[in-house]
C-alpha cells in the first residue's frame, strides 16, 4: 500500500468523512493519474441521492478551493465536476451554474513546479472548458443527452446489474432521521433481489484497509500521524470566503463605530449638486448669523464701555470728589447773582457799586 493512499485513509477515518465524501476525495487525489471512469460513475450514481449529493458536492467544491502544490486536486475536480455536469443529476449542473464565478476564477490558475513547469495551464484549459459548458445551455443538453445514452449502454453491457444505484448509507450514525431510515430501507429491500455480485463489488470499509497488519506497516501509520498532526499544527490557516455570523457581527460593529467617530462635513455653498432655493437659504442663514454675531459683539462693547464709566465715576467719588466740588463752587455761576444791564452806562454802574472806583484806594 502507497503511502499517500495510507495516509489519505487515515484522514478519512480521522475525519469521519462519509463514503461519498471518501470517493470523491480518492477521485480527486494527488495521484499522477486521471480519475477511473468506474469511481466517476459511483459518484454520479449518488447524485441522485439528496443526501449524497449534497456531500459530493461539498467535498468537490472543498477540493477546487486547493493551490499550489496540490493543482491535481483542483484539475481531478474539474474532471470530475464536468463528468457529473454530464451523467449526474440536475442538480448538479444548477449548482454549477448558480456558483460559475468560483470556476471562471480558475481559468487564472497559477502554479510553477520545482523544476520550472507550469502546471497552472491544465486547470486554465479545463476551467475555461467547463464554464463555456455551463453558459452554453443548448450545448448542454446534448451533451448531457449523448453521456446518458453512453453511460445506459455502459451499464446494459455490464453484468446485468440494475441500474438503479444501490442505497446510500450516509454517514454511520444512530441518529438517522425517519424518513431517511424508511427510504434507506426500502432500497434495501429492492436490492435483496440482485445478483450476488452487487454485493461483492462493494468496497472494503476504510476501516478495515487502514488497520495494520504488520509492525511494520503500524510503525508507519504511527510516523504518518504525528508527521499529520505537526503538519496541521504549523499550517497557518486558509482564507476563508464563508465567513461565519459572528466574525460577521464583528466586523459591522466595528465599521459602525468607525463611522460615527468620523467628523460629518460641512456642507458649502459651493456644491454644484444644489439648486437655487436651497443656496439663497443658506446664503440668508449665513448673513443672518453674521448679523447676529456683529449685535453681540457691539453689545459687549457698550457693556464694556458702561462698565468703564461707572468704574471710573466711583473712583473719583471715593478719591477727588471734594477737590472736585470745590472746582465746581468757584467756577460755577452763583444762583442768586444779579443781572447785568447791559443798558445802564459806566457811571451808574459805578453808582450802584457804592461810589467811585478810586474812593477805595484811599
Same mark, same amino acid.
Given at each position: 500500500m502507497q503511502t499517500s493512499s495510507l495516509r489519505r485513509q487515515m484522514k478519512n477515518v480521522v475525519n469521519n468523512y462519509t463514503e461519498a465524501e471518501i470517493k470523491v476525495r480518492e477521485a480527486t487525489s494527488n495521484d499522477p493519474w486521471g480519475p477511473p471512469t468506474t469511481l466517476m460513475a459511483e459518484i454520479s450514481d449518488l447524485t441522485f441521492n439528496i443526501v449524497a449529493n449534497a456531500e459530493v458536492m461539498g467535498m468537490l467544491w472543498k477540493r477546487l478551493n486547493d493551490h499550489g502544490k496540490n493543482w491535481r486536486h483542483v484539475y481531478k475536480a474539474l474532471t470530475l465536476m464536468d463528468y457529473l455536469v454530464k451523467t449526474g443529476s440536475d442538480q448538479v449542473a444548477k449548482e454549477c451554474k448558480e456558483k460559475i464565478y468560483s470556476v471562471q476564477t480558475l481559468r487564472d490558475f497559477q502554479y510553477l513546479d520545482k523544476d520550472g513547469r507550469d502546471q497552472g495551464i491544465n486547470v486554465r484549459?479545463?476551467?475555461? &472548458? &467547463?464554464?463555456?459548458?455551463?453558459? +452554453?445551455? +443548448?450545448? &448542454?443538453?446534448?451533451?448531457?443527452s449523448q453521456a446518458l445514452k453512453t453511460k445506459t449502454r455502459m451499464a446494459g453491457m455490464s453484468s446485468g446489474l440494475s441500474s438503479t444505484p444501490p442505497p446510500y448509507p450516509g454517514r454511520h450514525s444512530s441518529h438517522a432521521s425517519g424518513a431517511y431510515g424508511e427510504e434507506t430501507g426500502r432500497c434495501r429491500r429492492t436490492s435483496s433481489s440482485l445478483p450476488s455480485s452487487t454485493s461483492s463489488s462493494r468496497f472494503v470499509p476504510d476501516i478495515e484497509q487502514a488497520r495494520p497488519h504488520t509492525s511494520g506497516e503500524e510503525e508507519l501509520q504511527l510516523q504518518l500521524a504525528l508527521a499529520m498532526s505537526r503538519e496541521e499544527s504549523e499550517k497557518p490557516p486558509p482564507p476563508t470566503v464563508d465567513i461565519d455570523e459572528q466574525t460577521q457581527l464583528q466586523i459591522a460593529m466595528s465599521l459602525s463605530k468607525e463611522d460615527s467617530t468620523k467628523p460629518v462635513p460641512r456642507a458649502t455653498t459651493n456644491n454644484v449638486d444644489l439648486d437655487e432655493d436651497t443656496q439663497l437659504q443658506m446664503a440668508l442663514n449665513l448673513s443672518k448669523e453674521e448679523h447676529q454675531q456683529e449685535q453681540m459683539s457691539r453689545q459687549g462693547d457698550e457693556s464694556m464701555l458702561m462698565r468703564a464709566l461707572e468704574e471710573s465715576k466711583r473712583e473719583m467719588e471715593t478719591k477727588g470728589g471734594t477737590a472736585f466740588m470745590d472746582l465746581v463752587d468757584i467756577f460755577a455761576v452763583p444762583a442768586d447773582a444779579p443781572l447785568r444791564d447791559t443798558h445802564s452806562g459806566p457811571h451808574q454802574a459805578a453808582a450802584r457799586g457804592g461810589g467811585l472806583p478810586w474812593d477805595s484806594m484811599g
Amino acid at each position: 500500500m502507497q503511502t499517500s493512499s495510507l495516509r489519505r485513509q487515515m484522514k478519512n477515518v480521522v475525519n469521519n468523512y462519509t463514503e461519498a465524501e471518501i470517493k470523491v476525495r480518492e477521485a480527486t487525489s494527488n495521484d499522477p493519474w486521471g480519475p477511473p471512469t468506474t469511481l466517476m460513475a459511483e459518484i454520479s450514481d449518488l447524485t441522485f441521492n439528496i443526501v449524497a449529493n449534497a456531500e459530493v458536492m461539498g467535498m468537490l467544491w472543498k477540493r477546487l478551493n486547493d493551490h499550489g502544490k496540490n493543482w491535481r486536486h483542483v484539475y481531478k475536480a474539474l474532471t470530475l465536476m464536468d463528468y457529473l455536469v454530464k451523467t449526474g443529476s440536475d442538480q448538479v449542473a444548477k449548482e454549477c451554474k448558480e456558483k460559475i464565478y468560483s470556476v471562471q476564477t480558475l481559468r487564472d490558475f497559477q502554479y510553477l513546479d520545482k523544476d520550472g513547469r507550469d502546471q497552472g495551464i491544465n486547470v486554465r484549459e479545463k476551467a475555461k &472548458l &467547463l464554464v463555456s459548458l455551463l453558459r +452554453d445551455e +443548448d450545448k &448542454l443538453k446534448r451533451e448531457r443527452s449523448q453521456a446518458l445514452k453512453t453511460k445506459t449502454r455502459m451499464a446494459g453491457m455490464s453484468s446485468g446489474l440494475s441500474s438503479t444505484p444501490p442505497p446510500y448509507p450516509g454517514r454511520h450514525s444512530s441518529h438517522a432521521s425517519g424518513a431517511y431510515g424508511e427510504e434507506t430501507g426500502r432500497c434495501r429491500r429492492t436490492s435483496s433481489s440482485l445478483p450476488s455480485s452487487t454485493s461483492s463489488s462493494r468496497f472494503v470499509p476504510d476501516i478495515e484497509q487502514a488497520r495494520p497488519h504488520t509492525s511494520g506497516e503500524e510503525e508507519l501509520q504511527l510516523q504518518l500521524a504525528l508527521a499529520m498532526s505537526r503538519e496541521e499544527s504549523e499550517k497557518p490557516p486558509p482564507p476563508t470566503v464563508d465567513i461565519d455570523e459572528q466574525t460577521q457581527l464583528q466586523i459591522a460593529m466595528s465599521l459602525s463605530k468607525e463611522d460615527s467617530t468620523k467628523p460629518v462635513p460641512r456642507a458649502t455653498t459651493n456644491n454644484v449638486d444644489l439648486d437655487e432655493d436651497t443656496q439663497l437659504q443658506m446664503a440668508l442663514n449665513l448673513s443672518k448669523e453674521e448679523h447676529q454675531q456683529e449685535q453681540m459683539s457691539r453689545q459687549g462693547d457698550e457693556s464694556m464701555l458702561m462698565r468703564a464709566l461707572e468704574e471710573s465715576k466711583r473712583e473719583m467719588e471715593t478719591k477727588g470728589g471734594t477737590a472736585f466740588m470745590d472746582l465746581v463752587d468757584i467756577f460755577a455761576v452763583p444762583a442768586d447773582a444779579p443781572l447785568r444791564d447791559t443798558h445802564s452806562g459806566p457811571h451808574q454802574a459805578a453808582a450802584r457799586g457804592g461810589g467811585l472806583p478810586w474812593d477805595s484806594m484811599g
